[in-house]
């Protein structure tokens, strides 16, 4: 039931990291939502970022224009349903959708965007990829020759690059990763975290954080960035290669040309960062507030 008019008196919460119960089902070949880049639930995915102004329905987000499917629906109407008003429900039949763009923003052909990008990613290229609270440029951070192209695209000459790893086994392999910096990593929240570098770091990830003792490390919280790793990990079904260290480490930062606002729409996207990215990863819910990642620093 739709919520009546009156004081505004509540806030939105934030947008949280994919959770538990929804990998689950992105990573299960026999669910509907299987591999579906925009699942979510009410303990999941994007609500600040989508919202439009309050009281927070769905008519009141980006959501509004993709009419919910039969088995949607039924989820969204079971006060038992852990969907049970979750306002961005969607599925493959019914809710948002990939895309894939070249740097002019034509649009390029493929049945698997997420296969296309990974690809694209291993051969060096630079990809614009649509968030939650706006673009990342990413590319293959143990790419120095790659990384140093975005720095020269980007006019970023010394400025350290975040880091996305699959998890904190992996993160153990290039930085200093104790409980309390594995505990903040891994929370809901994902932010950037800057962490001492391990021995090897500088080699692995050539001109990443040049001249630095900190790397800034981050770990998967949208469908789309799951999706990235567990392509490169070979589709594997189910979860537990989720705890295991894999090799695929991602240059993941905010996509706006220096002292630039975030960019959040895809017209916008290929408008300002045509320059800089050789492919974008487009979809069509909207991005109605900026968000940037935050960076955090454990206390010594």
């Known amino acids: 039931e739709a919520s009546g008019a009156g004081p505004v008196t509540t806030g939105i919460t934030p947008d949280a ?3 538990g119960a929804c990998l689950a089902e992105l990573f299960a070949p026999a669910d509907r939502r299987w591999r579906y880049p925009f699942i979510n639930c009410t303990h999941c995915g994007p609500r600040f970022t989508i919202t439009a102004g309050l009281p927070y329905d769905r008519p009141m987000t980006s959501m ?4 919910l499917c039969p088995a949607c629906r039924r989820e969204y109407e079971d006060p038992r349903d852990r969907r049970f008003h979750a306002q961005p429900n969607a599925c493959p039949v ?13 649009p390029i052909g493929t049945d698997d965007v997420i ?16 968030g939650l609270g706006g673009f990342h440029l990413v590319c293959d951070a143990r790419n120095g020759e790659t990384v140093a192209r975005l720095r020269a695209r980007k006019h970023r000459d010394e400025k350290p690059f975040a880091v996305m790893v699959a998890n904190s086994a992996s993160a153990r392999r290039l930085a200093r990763v104790d ?14 975290v800057l ?3 391990g021995e090897d770091c500088d080699a692995a990830l050539p001109g990443v954080a040049p001249g630095l003792a900190e790397i800034g490390l981050m770990l998967p919280y949208t469908p789309i960035q799951y999706l990235l790793f567990h ?33 959040i729409g895809n017209d916008e996207a290929i408008e300002r960062l045509g320059a800089i990215a050789d492919a974008f990863v487009l979809h069509d819910r909207e991005i109605l507030v900026r968000c940037d990642d935050s960076v955090v620093r454990l206390p010594a």
């Open 179 to 192: 409980a309390s910096a594995a505990a903040m990593l891994e929370s809901v929240e994902r932010p950037i």
């Open 115 to 130: 296969a296309a990008v990974l690809a694209r990613i291993a051969a060096g290229e630079i990809v614009a990829v649509k």
């Open 64 to 67: 509004a224009r993709f009419a």
């Open 17 to 19: 990291a994919t959770c």
């Open 94 to 106: 019914c809710g948002p959708r990939l895309s894939l763009a070249d740097a002019a923003g034509a």
């Open 231 to 263: 392509e490169a990990a070979g589709r594997p079904p189910g979860t537990d290669w989720l705890s295991e260290d894999q090799p695929l480490a991602l240059v993941m930062t905010s996509a706006n040309p220096g002292g630039e606002p975030l960019v």
């Open 195 to 197: 962490l001492p570098k």
